[in-house]
């Protein structure tokens, strides 16, 4: 195996990834013919690619219905628009101009160099300390505990703002509205809650009482039929709003990721 | 090609709504491009959460970042990138945290990954090989990885990666080339 046999090599891998056209394909198929090492390297590539045509990720399709990503997505959108960040980025953004401008005039205006320049004192990086301790550990947990429960919570957020939305009507019942997406997603939410957000434990304590009455609606959502009275919808509503159970929700996720 | 010409004149009216601040083009963009975005997400991070992550935040950048969007340039390239770019970002994050959880010596990240044996819900051979194939492509180098997502996942041209990834044609060439030949050295036994 010498450089030159290496750039055949390189020259079966793009041949078995379909990527050689022309005339280099043409060559490189001759030496197949002419290399038994070459040959094999191709089949076993060929092999390798045939399992990933076969991997069920180029298929698959994500188990959120698009409605629910457009509001999460809405939701992130309105969190940062409204943000001190946001503000402070623009605020950030004219300081540097002016510290722009500034830089310039020290460079450029005679005189200004000399009278501004301050003697600085190189200062010592404060040493870390390396290592893993239970306090340390402890607080990775609570930190994962909080990012999942942000997670659940962005999550529920959109089942609620879904039900909040202008609600689809039931083809098969009159006055009747169709749950049955925001139903399944409850359960779905709601089942996987008990494995990713311990209410126990204490790096949620203060979120437990919202936790638990963002539970409850999701429990009544997901108790309901596909086509669900809309005195029913109105009920849900009414509770979500005497608990003002979004604006806490939002806060909440706020209060959780700062 | 990336998508045909009636579909990207449409995806471009989008594009030039979201970058005079019309929020509303993003939901008709996010229904053509979210399951495109989301296999790219899924190929690379192996994870189905993460991957609902990476669309959320490739269209939450698609519309703060419209005003960058060369009006000349296609419409889907540009968001394969951006969301290439999250799924990168998202992967860096996940492995500080696993390194911080569970120090390693330096250089064993990609072993230890591969180590262990398939569990005993494993047992039947297609699960074997999409859990060796997980485990294998999670090992991947950060490019190595996108390029071999984009070319046999997405089926993308070299010239059409190489514009994604901001990289030259060579680059893309041989980190293809590494990427198959590292997957097939860890998915041998199950190749053979």
Redesign the interface.
């Known amino acids: 195996m010498n450089l030159f046999h290496e750039r055949w ?2 020259r079966v ?2 041949l ?2 379909g ?1 050689l056209d022309g005339g280099l394909r043409e060559k490189t198929l001759r030496h197949l013919d002419t290399c038994a090492a070459c040959r094999d390297d191709h089949a ?2 060929l ?3 045939e ?8 298929e ?5 219905a ?1 409605q629910f ?2 509001a ?3 939701a ?2 309105d969190t ?1 628009l409204s943000s001190p960040a946001w503000r402070w980025g623009w605020a950030a953004a004219s300081l540097g101009i002016a510290v722009l401008a500034g830089a310039l005039a020290v460079r450029f205006v005679p005189g200004f160099v000399d009278e501004t320049r301050v003697a600085t004192t190189p200062t010592a990086a404060p040493v870390a300390e390396v ?2 301790d239970a306090a340390a550990l402890e607080r ?1 947990e609570r930190t994962l505990a909080r990012e999942q429960a942000v ?1 659940y919570l962005a999550e529920a957020e959109d089942v609620l703002v879904n039900l909040r939305a202008e609600a689809r009507p039931c083809p098969k019942k009159h006055a009747h509205v169709e749950l049955d997406a925001e139903a399944e997603r409850s359960r779905e939410l709601l089942s996987r809650r008990a494995l990713l957000v311990d209410l126990e434990g204490n790096a949620l304590l203060p979120a437990r009482d919202v936790l638990v009455d963002v539970d409850n609606v999701l429990r009544e959502v997901a108790s309901l039929s596909g086509c669900s009275g809309r005195d029913e919808l109105e009920r849900l509503r009414r509770e979500m709003d005497e608990r003002q159970l979004l604006m806490k929700v939002r806060l909440l996720s706020r209060e959780l990721v700062s | 090609v990336w998508s045909n010409a009636g579909v990207d004149a449409t995806d471009r009216e989008l594009m030039e709504r979201l970058v005079r601040g019309e929020r509303e083009a993003l939901s008709p963009l996010m229904e053509r491009h979210h399951r495109r975005v989301y296999r790219i997400a899924l190929a690379y991070l192996r994870n189905p959460d993460d991957a609902l992550d990476v669309v959320q935040e490739t269209f939450v950048k698609t519309f703060e970042h419209a005003a960058r969007w060369n009006p000349a340039a296609e419409v889907a390239p540009w968001i394969t990138r951006i969301a290439v770019n999250q799924s990168i970002d998202r992967y860096r994050r996940e492995r500080r945290r696993a390194q911080t959880m569970t120090p390693m010596a330096e250089g064993d990240h990609h072993e230890s990954l591969d180590s262990g044996g398939i569990s005993p819900e494993d047992a039947a051979r297609g699960t074997q090989v999409k859990a060796r194939l997980d485990r294998a492509l999670r090992a991947l180098p950060e490019r190595q990885r996108a390029v071999f997502v984009l070319r046999h996942y997405e089926e993308r041209s070299l010239e059409e990666i190489a514009d994604v990834l901001g990289v030259r044609l060579g680059t893309v060439k041989s980190s293809l080339h590494r990427a198959t030949h590292e997957l097939r050295r860890r998915l041998q036994g199950l190749l053979a």
Do not use: W, Y
Not at chain 1, 60 to 64: F, I, N, Q, Y
């Open positions: 090599r390189t891998s793009l078995a990834s990527c076993a590539l092999r390798l690619l399992e990933v045509r076969q991997d069920p990720v180029r698959a399709e994500p188990d959120v698009l990503l457009v999460r997505v809405e992130r959108l940062a290592g893993m990775l997670r």
